[in-house]
Protein backbone atom coordinates (compact mmCIF):
# COMPACT_ATOMS: atom_id res chain seq x y z
CA UNK A 1 0.00 0.00 0.00
CA UNK A 2 1.48 3.44 -1.22
CA UNK A 3 0.43 6.64 0.91
CA UNK A 4 1.81 10.40 0.09
CA UNK A 5 0.83 12.84 2.34
CA UNK A 6 1.64 16.43 2.15
CA UNK A 7 1.20 18.99 5.47
CA UNK A 8 2.41 22.63 6.02
CA UNK A 9 0.39 25.10 3.85
CA UNK A 10 -1.71 27.91 4.78
CA UNK A 11 -2.44 31.66 4.64
CA UNK A 12 1.13 33.64 3.93
CA UNK A 13 1.73 37.38 2.78
CA UNK A 14 3.62 38.41 0.10
CA UNK A 15 7.10 38.43 0.37
CA UNK A 16 6.76 35.48 3.50
CA UNK A 17 7.63 31.72 3.57
CA UNK A 18 6.63 28.42 4.01
CA UNK A 19 7.55 25.17 4.84
CA UNK A 20 5.81 21.80 3.09
CA UNK A 21 6.16 18.05 3.72
CA UNK A 22 6.04 15.09 1.92
CA UNK A 23 5.95 11.43 3.74
CA UNK A 24 6.02 8.71 1.69
CA UNK A 25 4.55 4.92 2.76
CA UNK A 26 4.66 1.86 1.06
CA UNK A 27 8.05 2.41 -1.50
CA UNK A 28 11.79 2.15 -0.44
CA UNK A 29 12.17 6.03 -0.17
CA UNK A 30 15.58 6.34 -0.21
CA UNK A 31 16.06 5.14 -4.00
CA UNK A 32 13.22 7.00 -5.18
CA UNK A 33 13.09 10.23 -7.31
CA UNK A 34 10.46 12.57 -6.14
CA UNK A 35 8.39 15.59 -7.12
CA UNK A 36 6.87 18.45 -6.02
CA UNK A 37 3.59 20.01 -8.76
CA UNK A 38 1.28 22.48 -7.98
CA UNK A 39 -1.96 23.77 -9.22
CA UNK A 40 -4.17 27.08 -9.41
CA UNK A 41 -8.07 27.10 -10.06
CA UNK A 42 -8.80 27.08 -13.81
CA UNK A 43 -4.70 26.02 -14.50
CA UNK A 44 -2.91 22.91 -15.49
CA UNK A 45 -0.96 21.22 -13.56
CA UNK A 46 2.69 21.82 -13.21
CA UNK A 47 6.23 20.89 -12.01
CA UNK A 48 7.30 22.79 -9.39
CA UNK A 49 10.18 20.77 -9.32
CA UNK A 50 12.26 17.32 -8.50
CA UNK A 51 14.89 15.74 -6.67
CA UNK A 52 17.03 12.40 -6.85
CA UNK A 53 16.91 9.82 -4.65
CA UNK A 54 19.93 11.01 -2.56
CA UNK A 55 19.07 14.83 -2.97
CA UNK A 56 22.32 15.88 -4.15
CA UNK A 57 20.36 17.31 -7.28
CA UNK A 58 17.81 19.33 -8.02
CA UNK A 59 15.62 20.80 -10.83
CA UNK A 60 13.03 23.47 -10.74
CA UNK A 61 10.41 25.33 -12.46
CA UNK A 62 11.82 28.79 -13.83
CA UNK A 63 9.11 30.37 -12.39
CA UNK A 64 10.18 28.95 -8.39
CA UNK A 65 13.89 29.04 -9.60
CA UNK A 66 16.01 30.82 -6.84
CA UNK A 67 13.42 30.98 -4.31
CA UNK A 68 12.39 27.59 -3.65
CA UNK A 69 14.45 25.00 -2.49
CA UNK A 70 13.57 21.16 -2.08
CA UNK A 71 15.13 19.20 0.19
CA UNK A 72 14.61 15.16 1.98
CA UNK A 73 15.45 13.12 4.46
CA UNK A 74 15.60 9.32 3.96
CA UNK A 75 15.61 8.81 7.46
CA UNK A 76 12.24 10.10 7.58
CA UNK A 77 10.60 9.12 4.52
CA UNK A 78 10.20 12.95 3.90
CA UNK A 79 10.77 15.81 1.27
CA UNK A 80 10.83 19.25 1.96
CA UNK A 81 9.61 21.92 -0.43
CA UNK A 82 10.50 25.50 1.33
CA UNK A 83 9.14 28.48 -0.02
CA UNK A 84 10.64 31.89 0.66
CA UNK A 85 10.02 35.19 -1.20
CA UNK A 86 6.39 33.78 -2.21
CA UNK A 87 4.44 36.06 -4.24
CA UNK A 88 0.50 35.91 -5.08
CA UNK A 89 0.67 34.32 -8.26
CA UNK A 90 2.08 31.03 -6.08
CA UNK A 91 -1.29 30.37 -4.57
CA UNK A 92 -1.96 27.32 -5.65
CA UNK A 93 -2.52 23.12 -4.06
CA UNK A 94 0.55 21.55 -4.13
CA UNK A 95 1.23 17.96 -4.60
CA UNK A 96 3.65 15.42 -4.00
CA UNK A 97 4.16 12.78 -6.36
CA UNK A 98 6.28 9.28 -5.67
CA UNK A 99 6.55 6.69 -8.35
CA UNK A 100 7.69 8.12 -11.53
CA UNK A 101 10.86 8.01 -13.83
CA UNK A 102 13.90 10.32 -13.51
CA UNK A 103 17.41 10.50 -15.51
CA UNK A 104 20.38 13.10 -16.31
CA UNK A 105 20.40 14.27 -19.62
CA UNK A 106 22.96 17.35 -20.82
CA UNK A 107 23.88 17.97 -17.04
CA UNK A 108 19.96 18.62 -15.90
CA UNK A 109 18.51 16.30 -13.81
CA UNK A 110 14.35 15.33 -14.82
CA UNK A 111 11.70 13.76 -13.57
CA UNK A 112 8.56 11.83 -14.95
CA UNK A 113 5.56 12.15 -13.22
CA UNK A 114 4.54 8.65 -11.27
CA UNK A 115 1.33 7.04 -10.32
CA UNK A 116 0.96 8.26 -6.78
CA UNK A 117 -0.23 11.35 -5.56
CA UNK A 118 -1.11 13.15 -2.06
CA UNK A 119 -4.52 14.74 -1.82
CA UNK A 120 -2.30 18.43 -1.77
CA UNK A 121 -2.22 21.26 0.64
CA UNK A 122 -2.77 24.61 0.00
CA UNK A 123 -0.60 27.58 -0.33
CA UNK A 124 -2.69 31.21 -0.22
CA UNK A 125 -0.47 33.97 -0.74
CA UNK A 126 -2.56 37.33 0.25
CA UNK A 127 -2.51 40.67 2.18
Known amino acids: QVQVVESGGGLVQPGGSLRLSCEAS????????LGWYRQAPGKERELVGC????????NYGESVKGRFTISRDNAKNTMYLQMNSLKPEDTAVYYC????????????????????WGQGTQVTVSS
Open 51 to 58: IDSSGGRT
Open 97 to 116: NAGGGSGYLDGNFYYMQGPY
Open 26 to 33: GIIFSIKA
